[in-house]
């Protein structure tokens, strides 16, 4: 297990409950994974990427660490899915009842069953935003109703769920699923308009559930189940930070990181993608957008050239 001493190795000051506004609890299962294994090393892989990263977002001028964030014992649960879950919930929503900032990292997809109980108890009209390359909305599978493949059911009859990234399904989830919620791969490529149509679908209140095979498989390789044809970086940063931005995020989780030793390249993919969630969760309440200045000027460079090309043009 980790041996790291904080998140990121950032200073212990920031780093105790008492201080922090961010709770990161690792659930560390794997056990109704059906083909690569190795989700419930993730954690460990993610914190080890997490150590070598710079800790200034350029892109939101802050450095989101000083908000602190406390590492919580680790859910090792793991004599049966259902009482993982269920530990999942209760120690999700302690949390959640010290009003932290929680997220949560797998561990395979079973573990959000859990996790969004949990948040659902706490929150009125919630939004469950969901990307992932599957459905994942069988009622059971292998006897369980607790599988990953199993992993939005629940909140799809009791939240407002939303599906991003979609591209690997059974014909027992056409049932289940509100295709009018559902924004299949194969359909956003041609589609520019999805990131607003999706956002205008959600409530005020979001929790988001990200499994990482949402990500193409050419910049994220390490996960149980790659599907070809997913969404690559900058357009799921986009969208987020739209999210973000409009929505009031109340937290989320991030699953099925399964690390290979050889290629640590998506485990830091992992690391930035945390830690950008998080800036964009915190830092517009105290910085200034350092890009979108920096495009404003050059904007109005670009108009007052354009004015005087036009002025030499009159004057010839």
Known sequence: MNSLKTYAGIPE?????????????????????????????????????????????????SEVYKKGVFIAEPVTENSSPALMVEQVHKTVKKYLQ???????????????????RAF????????????????????????????????????????NLIQVGIRSMDSSEVETMNKDQVFFAEQMIFDD???????????????????????????MPSTGTPEPGGLLWNETIEFLNKV?????????????????????????????????????????RDYDDFLDSDLIEFGKKQDKKKEQIELNDDEL
Request: aromatic share 12%.
């Open 13 to 61: 000051q920031y780093s105790v409950l008492d201080r922090a506004q961010v709770v990161l609890i690792s659930v560390p299962y794997d056990g109704t994974s059906t083909w690569q294994k190795g989700a419930d090393k993730g954690f460990d892989a993610f914190l080890e990427a997490s150590a070598n990263m710079e800790l200034y977002d350029i892109e939101t001028n």
């Open 98 to 116: 010290k009003n932290k900032f929680v997220t949560i990292f797998g561990g395979e997809h079973s573990i959000s069953i859990g996790t969004i």
């Open 120 to 159: 659902k108890e706490c929150f009125k009209d919630l939004t469950v935003l969901h990307l992932d390359a599957h459905s994942d909305l069988r009622e059971e599978y292998n006897g369980s109703p607790y599988n990953h493949a199993c992993a939005v059911y629940e909140a799809s009859k009791t939240t």
């Open 193 to 219: 308009s999805w990131i607003d149509r999706a956002i205008d679908m959600m409530t005020d209140t979001v929790f988001i559930t990200l499994d990482l095979d949402v990500f193409d498989p050419s910049i």
């Open 244 to 284: 973000f931005k409009e929505k009031n995020v109340v937290g989320f989780d991030i699953v099925e990181l399964c690390p290979n030793p050889s290629n640590k390249a998506p485990d830091f993919l992992v690391a930035k993608l945390y830690y950008k969630m998080l800036s964009y969760k915190f830092s517009r």
